[in-house]
């Protein structure tokens, strides 16, 4: 943008609010993170949910033929004219390219953009280490899904993780990078750089990969937050964060497990404007007394585990309701939206352990309930 020029727009400092400033900055070229654009996502489909019969069947006939359009490469303007025109302007209408980057955006989610915005929706993978640069998608490139292909100043391999059955022969595995972007080192920090860079220059990503048919990368997993429970268990916490979030229902989830546990815990942020409840009266301090809305999270935790077929273990067994989001300003995220997961743990220290205590003292009114019938 600094070499060939443009506007820059700064959003209201709300992220709840960040769909309104999209549509009145009307960007071009968009990069985010996928949360913002599985915001998009619910905003979208709630209002066509809301629809009558006929504009919901519509919609419906649209999307799914546009999308076999977009998968061919070609242009639709019989569908462009009648429905998503609309949807354009909820990004302004002038938008031309979108980038998603920070962590894997879904099928279901990428294909939405393409078809909602503009078929240019590429993903791109890299890190602060190697200076953004990785893979990136590029035109005509009609997988979804993926991250594309390295570029050209990126060397990519995968390298075998037998502890989470991840196999290079089996084209998964840690990625590991090597090139002139790849950085020197952590400031003093030689120790730390030693762990991550090889001596012939190769860099440990931390991340699993998995290269497709097509030469593309998919994230499928991370390496560096894999948590083993006191079961033996091994939990992905990043992965189980990813796939929570795309309830409509939940703006963030932030999960813990103590190694000593055998049992994980979260704190959930709600999206207020997607719960069918009476939400004024829930934004409280006493949120987390209401039951009904703890039955609400705890149904929809479970079906999104069925969704994604996780093991009974990788479900949290408890959780706290915050209403106040986790933000930049706070200092609970980083500039690119990721979770310090310290100064949250320093945060909810003291819930977490009141909601490992409430646990094992129902596990235990249970035990005698199921001992006493018999």
């Not at 915050?322 to 690119?336: A, K, Q, R, V, Y």
């Amino acid at each position: 943008m600094s070499v060939l020029g443009g506007a820059i727009g700064y959003f209201n400092g709300d992220i709840r609010g960040l769909a309104d400033d999209i549509a009145e900055l009307k960007p071009t070229v968009m990069i985010g993170v996928p949360r913002v654009f599985t915001r998009l996502y619910d905003r979208v489909m709630t209002t066509i949910e809301q629809k009558g019969k006929v504009s919901k069947w519509v919609f419906k006939k649209g999307y799914s033929s546009k999308t076999k359009i977009v998968t061919k490469n070609k242009e639709s303007g019989f569908w462009d004219l009648l429905i998503f025109k609309k949807t354009k302007k909820r990004l302004g209408g002038k938008i031309r390219l979108i980038i998603s980057g920070s962590a894997p955006l879904s099928k279901e989610h990428h294909n939405f953009l393409r078809v909602c915005f503009t078929s240019a929706v590429h993903q791109g993978y890299g890190l602060t280490e190697t200076v953004s640069n990785g893979t990136i998608g590029m035109y005509g490139l009609l997988s979804i899904g993926n991250c594309g292909p390295p570029k050209t100043t990126t060397e990519l391999k995968l390298v075998d993780v037998p502890e989470m059955n991840y196999m290079s022969e089996n084209n998964v595995g840690e990625i590991w990078m090597r090139g002139p972007a790849i950085f020197k080192g952590y400031y003093k920090d030689e120790k730390k750089t030693k762990e991550v860079l090889t001596e012939d220059g190769w860099f440990k990503t931390g991340d699993i990969g998995k290269i497709n048919s097509d030469g593309t990368l998919s994230i499928i997993d991370r390496k560096t937050n894999i948590v083993k429970l006191s079961n033996g268990e091994f939990v992905a916490i990043e992965q189980l964060e990813s796939y929570f979030v795309q309830s409509a229902m939940i703006s963030q989830i932030w999960i813990y497990t103590n190694p000593f546990e055998d049992f994980l815990v979260a704190i959930i942020v709600p999206d207020f404007n997607n719960l069918q409840t009476e939400t004024e009266n829930e934004k409280s301090q006493s949120i987390n007394q209401n039951l009904e809305l703890k039955k609400i999270f705890k149904k929809e935790l479970l079906l999104l585990s069925q969704q994604f077929r996780l093991i009974h273990f990788s479900i949290p067994k408890k959780f706290y309701i915050e209403i106040n989001p986790f933000t930049i300003e706070s200092g609970l995220l980083t500039d690119t939206l990721k979770y310090k997961r310290k100064k949250l743990y320093i945060k909810y220290k003291s819930i977490i352990n009141n909601m490992y205590k409430e646990f094992k003292m129902e596990k235990k009114k249970l035990l005698k309930k199921n001992v006493k019938k018999k």
